[in-house]
């Protein structure tokens, strides 16, 4: 091993240049989302693109920070990070102040940070550390309860904090964890149980337990050769009945109120669009508007009269759009499936498993983000508030992704030199 | 080192990509294919606020204000974007109550979720004063200024007409017009709608989520600005015309007061009448529904639509066919009775007479002689050919035809047609004999004071009139939406009508109409009474002054009052003092016309105290506005 000549040494320009674009492009969106005939100076403080701008600058000044850091201290220091970051997630939950139902922010005077952006970057290093290191092997039953664990102990921290869509992040590590080799049965079955969920809602239990009974008898008289297969099948007609049986429990009894309306509004079995609806209604409306092409800059009248809520923070992709349409949502879209792509390709360069772990993190994180954000604002998924990375107006989640996409940034950039 | 290779890293990639690509579909689909979330970005933000022009104004031939518009404010709602609004603060400044709140709020929803309605009309300026500070609390709502209409001299109902909504009907059958708008009924507010209502225009304007106004829709291009109503200047003298409805009232009748050298309709009076602002608002309904119940008939203009036969009146142009067609001349005189059969017609007893004597002491068999002269006349063939003729006549003295007055619902009335007769009494079996009353104005014949007026403005023109009309000039400009300027010529040439106003002016000199005497003017008139089979005869007279200089020319008719001397001459002879003196002397006249009290007897009964007779009341607008608003609030005192 030897040391690097500069810190911009074997860095991974296509990953500055769609950070660099997707952030810009999240500044123009917020500008026009916040945008008010008596506020037109992009600096200005006082509105949210003014201070996006500020935390623009700080980002780059932090991504520069790591950059500068030696790539070996993230490896070396992945669990006192990950020890630490709970640690804060601890002390949120003492100290901090009720703000909208959650308990997620530490106020440092004006100045306030939301530490569950920076779990998501610890809990992503533990994991890494933790399958890199010799002689885990995720086939052992050991490796998955203590892999579970650390995934498990910042989404429940968080959860407690009652900022359920960052918790839920955190079920994006199930992808890193299939990379490495847990059985697709999980992926498999975790589809399944999800499916389950909304028909269990859709449709009457009876019904769907008969069907359940039905398919399971088929499977049955298909493949009856084997005694094995036919414990499997009872196996999964139990898990899969019993699924059916705990939804109506755990969705009337564990969800939250507003939580249960925004499922039932997904799934059609309420219309409330002053109510319940209303953020996925007005923010249909804002993109629907938008046409091939959009309105144009600044021209969205739902953007610019405020009719979608939380536009410049969870709802950023009703601007985009309205004002640029189709081709605005699919340029998007297009722009972080090619950002997901290049992680996934710099992960599987990698010579280190620390940092090829850490990529898949990167990019499950990423693309969970993207799934829940989109989803809700063009009505594919519930509405839970979580930013669109890179793009939303916030300084942690800004932040929080900077500190994730650079680290990755740095790490890459010994590929040449680390054989594990 | 475990590296399970590379189908986790498809199947992951996989995921990506299928997620992107459902979402790609469903933005395709939402953005592109559906159109309907552009109709509800739409609807979000962009309002319709039409701006209602004002409403011409009216004034008199003096440049008095006789109707004119007062600021009003209708709150419209858009239930749909009504959120939590604290009802109780709401109703109590609109002071409504809240089961009407809620029932107000139904009804808009039951019309439409995302279109406005009107939830509440006509707020008073002060009303909305102080609930316009508080409107921004209320999102759904808005506020749209309208205008209502106010008639200053509570006068002229009948002329002026009034304004409503436009019903179902109208709106289906004329496309400017949309719900809530405002339309001219009757009158002067009918026939001139075009002119006084001026175009509506329609300001675009987008609103943010709180329904603040945030300017106009790209730049206004779409806006169209409102056009105000023109001003019209009316022939009417206001002061002349409440003059006439003090003197008419308790009395049912008409008055009609034309200038016969233009033709300006000067006053035109029905009685019993009603103040004009009653039928304004909302109120308006109610108030009509009581007016609509009244037994004499308020709201009937009787002035134009009302049938009368001329009585003697038509004796003059009767006499001026008979002149023109040389079957009389000024010295024919007619033994001193009609003989048909076993019935006579008989008259007072006044020496023997020529044409003038004839008119003076109104002669009935004088011109039933002259009648029967005309029509049974050898030179014409046959009676039939004489009567036709005859009617050519008269209707070129503007009878049995409409005359084509600038305002609606004007009647032609009746005089028969050869065939009337031919069917009536079969063909050839009729004479002069048979119909000699038409001779005299009696039997089948209808005219409304309108036409009286208006022979009488062709005798005083000497045989022409000009259309009758009640609006001179609109905006600055003449009056050019009819035909005003024309002479319309009868039948008869000038030299003939000397003879009928020496005749007239003895009326009034030494005959039957000395009442209507006034200072040294020379008056030319008629008096007639006309028989009328439902009860007491109606009251008549017709004149015209000053002579060398016709200024006014008038016809009373006051309904079951008796002879034309006794109320119809009193009348018209003050009304023209007030109109060419400006004042009347002759109080003790003036008192016992406005005493009169000539309503039939079933209204006298003591549960409708309203319609007593007033007390010597000075001639003040006022007093008939306040009987009016008695009659009405005694109406609903009695529900």
Known sequence: MRKQNSIFENIDWVLVVFYVVLVLLGWVNIYAAVYNEEHKNMFDLTQNYGRQMLWIGTSLVIG????????????????????????????????????????????????????????????????????????????????????????????????????????????????????????????????????????????????????????????????????????????????????????????????????????EVLLGKRSDPKGAGYNVNQSLIAIGSGGLTGKGFLQGTQTKYDFVPEQSTDFIFCTVGEEWGFVGTAFVLILFTLLLYRIVFIAERQRSTYTRIYAYGVASILFFHLMINVGMAIGLAPVIGIPLPFFSYGGSSLWGFTVLLFVLIKLDSYRMYILR | MYNPGSSQRIVFLGIITSVVIIFLIRLFYVQVINESYSVSATNNVLRYITDYPARGMIYDRKGKIV??????????????????????EFCKLLDISKESFIEKMKKATTFSRMKASTFEKQISAESFASFQEKLYKFQGFYVQPRTLRKYPNNTAAHVLGYIGEVNDELIAKNPYYRIGDYIGISGIEQSYELELRGRRGVRIVMVDVFNREKGSYKGGIYDTIAIAGQNLVATLDADLQSYGEQLLQNKIGSVVAIEPQTGEILAMISSPSYDPNLLVGRVRSKNYG????????????????????????????NALAALQEGIININTSYPHSFVVGSKSVKCHPHPAIALEGAIQYSCNPYFCNTFRSFIDNRKYGSSENGYRLWREYQMSFGVGKKIGVDMPHELKGLIPSVEFYDKYYGKGHWKA?????????????????????????????????????????????????????????????????????????????????????????????????????????????VAFAPRDNPKIAIAVMVENAGFGATWAAPIASLMMEKYLKDSVKRHDLEERMLKGYLLPLQNKSPENPGLKVKDNTPVKPKSKKDSSVALLNNKKKKK
């Not at chain 1, 909304?198 to 337990?209: D, F, K, Q, S």
């Not at chain 2, 089948?444 to 609006?471: D, F, S, W």
Request: proline share 3%.
């Open chain 1, 64 to 263: 520069l920070a790591i950059l500068v850091i030696d790539g070996k201290f993230y490896a070396a220091f992945s669990f006192p990070i990950y020890i630490v970051t709970m640690g804060i997630l601890l002390v949120v939950l003492v100290i901090a102040r009720d703000v909208q139902g959650a308990r997620s922010w530490i106020e440092i005077g004006s100045f306030k940070l939301q530490p569950s952006e920076f779990a998501k970057v610890a809990t992503n290093m533990a994991i890494a550390k933790y399958l890199s290191a010799l002689g885990i092997r995720m086939e052992d039953m050991k490796t998955k309860i203590t892999a579970g664990l650390l995934i498990l102990l910042p989404m429940a921290l968080v959860l407690l904090q009652n900022d359920t869509g960052s918790a839920l992040v955190f079920i994006a590590f199930i992808f890193v964890l299939y990379r490495e080799g847990l059985s697709q049965n999980v992926l498999i079955f975790g589809f399944l149980a999800g499916v389950l969920f909304v028909l269990a809602l859709m449709v009457p239990n009876t019904v769907l337990i008969g069907v359940i009974g039905g398919l399971g008898l088929v499977a049955y008289l298909l493949m009856r050769k084997t005694r094995n297969n036919l414990i499997v099948i009872l196996i999964i007609t139990a898990l899969c009945s019993g699924i059916v049986f705990s939804v109506d429990y755990a969705f009337n009894e564990i969800l939250q109120t507003h939580q249960r309306e925004r499922i």
């Open chain 2, 67 to 88: 109707a004119f518009n007062q600021a009003v404010y209708d709150l419209m709602v858009i239930p749909k974007q009504v959120k939590e609004i604290d009802t109780l």
């Open chain 2, 433 to 541: 004999s048979t119909i000699y009353s038409l001779g005299i104005g009696q039997g089948e014949l209808g005219i409304n004071p309108m036409q009286m007026a208006n022979i009488i403005c062709i005798i005083a023109n000497k045989g022409y009139y000009y259309t009758p009309h009640v609006i001179k000039q609109i905006g600055k400009h003449p009056n050019t939406t009819r035909n005003l300027a024309e002479r319309h010529y009868t039948k008869v040439s000038a030299e003939n009508f000397n003879i009928i106003q020496d005749g007239m002016q003895r009326v009034v000199e030494a005959g039957t109409a000395r009442v209507a005497r006034f200072d040294s003017l020379v008056i030319c008139g008629k008096t007639g009474t006309a028989q009328n089979p439902h009860g007491k005869d109606h009251s008549l007279f």
């Open chain 2, 290 to 317: 009581y007016l609509l119940k009244d037994e004499n008939k308020p709201l009937f203009n009787r002035a134009m639509q009302a049938y009368y036969p001329p009585g003697s009146t038509f004796k003059l142009t």
